[in-house]
């Protein structure tokens, strides 16, 4: 993706450390917002 570019809509399921819970999460609940999307496969795995 580039720099400025929209990103698609998504869905995720993340895990949310201060809750020590999974949660849902959605671009959308982010609209209005400056963003930064990091994606780290395998990162923080349980594992």
């Given at each position: ?13 993340a ?33």
């Amino acid at each position: 993706m580039l720099v400025g570019k929209k990103a698609p809509e998504f869905e995720i399921e993340a895990y949310d450390p201060v809750k020590d819970d999974f949660t849902t999460v959605k671009l959308s609940d982010y609209k209005g917002k400056f963003l930064v999307l990091l994606f780290y496969p395998a990162d923080f795995t349980f594992v």
